[in-house]
């Protein structure tokens, strides 16, 4: 029984870096990128604006 118990929390302690590391990748790259898009000037009136 303290075996099972054992390997359950080495599994436990294994998988929550890894889902932090997994929900960290995608937020980082969202921050980044809505960071570049408030960074931008604003073009109004034109079309040929980028």
Avoid: I, N
């Amino acid at each position: 029984m303290a075996a099972a118990l054992q390997a359950k929390l080495h599994g436990e302690q294994c998988f929550t870096p890894d889902v932090a590391h997994e929900l960290r990748t995608p937020l980082t790259g969202l921050h980044l990128a809505g960071g570049a898009a408030a960074a931008r000037p604003r073009w109004r009136g034109t079309a040929s604006a980028p």
